[in-house]
């Protein structure tokens, strides 16, 4: 009996992906992603991967003969953040969304962010 492999969290590959791109020196095609990544991924699932994050925001493309080049506009924390953003967005009482979030964070994070808000790190 073939045991199924592990799926993935959401957003683990769009994350790695981001990592290969934001380590790259310039542009990269898919088949050089491809390459970069620890996990024997189809070339298929690269570019889908690569134009989802160009679709968000995360990369940015050059045309690259008859394929793209992509370099990250976002680091890991860069994709978090505008997730974030987005869902924040996508409410329409902010106020509670954002006071839920402070309350529910732990003494150091709320700590950390109010030192942020001050501008201090």
Not at 8 to 20: F, K, N
Not at 42 to 53: E, G, H, M, N, P
Not at 69 to 78: L, S, T
Request: proline content about 4%; hydrophobic content about 40%; overall charge neutral.
């Amino acid at each position: 009996m073939r045991k199924e492999p592990a799926r993935r969290a959401p957003g683990t590959l769009e994350a790695e992906v981001l990592g290969v791109l934001g380590n790259a020196a310039e542009p990269l095609t898919p088949a050089e992603v491809q390459a970069k990544l620890a996990d024997d991924l189809a070339y298929t699932t690269v570019v889908t991967i690569l134009t989802r994050l160009h679709d968000k925001g995360a990369a940015t493309r050059e045309k690259h003969g008859r394929s793209y080049r992509y370099h990250a506009v976002d680091d890991e924390a860069g994709l978090a953040a505008r997730k974030m953003a987005k869902v924040l967005d996508g409410e329409p009482d902010r106020d509670s969304v954002l006071a839920r979030f402070v309350t529910q964070l732990s003494d150091s994070d709320e700590a950390l962010l109010r030192s942020l808000l001050r501008g201090k790190k």
